[in-house]
């Protein structure tokens, strides 16, 4: 039966929509892309760590095992995890299921995004959850990661948004000849790290998150990006001072779809 222009037009929209909504719907949220970056600088003795950013979990679904089940195979040194876990209080519990999942043995580093903040998350229960897990939050406090005969300088600032960054404080007591690690939810306060950072000859890799990409793009322009973005979106971006890079997450925020933004997680050498 020869199908009228009508008819074409209508079934290629169809179709189109059709591929939009599986697309944003399902395959961006849940087939995670884990990406690989060696910033060791060519060391032989590497510290492997896996960042996970923007849980906002509101339930332990399959994409959470899954997620779960490949940190446990890669099984790094160490888990960095980069804020917005939880969006409020009485989610903590599903952050403790989700954590019992990973082997205890890795070790769990954590931060604090805007959504624990919007969400009046209890601190101390959170850092106790976190300790019983084999990790611990940093808040403007430093930790220094020694494994494999090497030590590595991981940092934890604030949230940009609702807490108090003080990446002076962080920074204060550190061993500056260390490789230092960055972990700040909201990239907009790169600046702030960048000025810091280069008083003291710091050359940092900053990780954060809070973006989500975009989320919703469009042949790579995000729609919007929440507050605390700045002009960051996802991926690397260098400076003269420190590389950073910005995780597109895991979970979304508003609306439960990605378009152009799928979720990610990152293995990282250092």
Avoid at 19 to 37: G, K, P, S
Avoid at 67 to 92: F, M, Q
Wanted: with cysteine; net charge positive.
């Amino acid at each position: 039966m020869k199908l009228s222009r009508r008819g074409f037009v209508i079934k290629f929209f169809l179709g189109v929509f059709g591929l939009f909504f599986l697309d944003a719907f399902w395959l961006e949220q849940y087939f995670i892309e884990w990406n690989i970056f060696d910033v060791s600088n060519g060391n032989q003795n590497k510290i492997k760590a896996i960042q996970l950013s923007d849980l906002h979990l509101k339930e332990i679904k399959k994409v959470h095992k899954t997620v779960a089940e490949r940190i446990n195979k890669e099984h790094p040194d160490v888990l960095l995890i980069t804020g917005d876990s939880i969006t409020r209080n009485s989610r903590i519990p599903l952050l403790s299921e989700f954590l019992s999942l990973l082997d205890y043995k890795i070790k769990k580093i954590a931060i604090l995004g805007n959504k624990e903040y919007s969400g009046r998350v209890n601190l101390k229960d959170l850092r106790e959850t976190l300790d019983s897990h084999n990790g611990i939050l940093l808040i403007n406090e430093s930790y220094v990661f020694d494994i494999k005969s090497r030590k590595l300088n991981i940092l934890g600032v604030d949230d940009f948004v609702f807490g108090k960054p003080d990446f002076a404080r962080a920074s204060r007591e550190i061993d500056y000849k260390l490789p230092t690690v960055v972990l700040n939810h909201c990239p907009a306060y790169r600046k702030t790290i960048d000025e810091i950072s280069s008083s003291l000859d710091l050359k940092p890799t900053i990780l954060s998150g809070h973006t989500h990409g975009g989320q919703i793009t469009f042949f790579g322009i995000p729609l919007m990006t929440p507050y605390g973005s700045g002009e960051y979106v996802k991926g690397w971006y260098p400076s003269e001072t420190s590389q950073m890079y910005v995780s597109k997450g895991v979970g979304t925020t508003i609306l439960p779809i990605r378009f152009g933004a799928r979720a990610e997680a990152s293995i990282l050498y250092f």
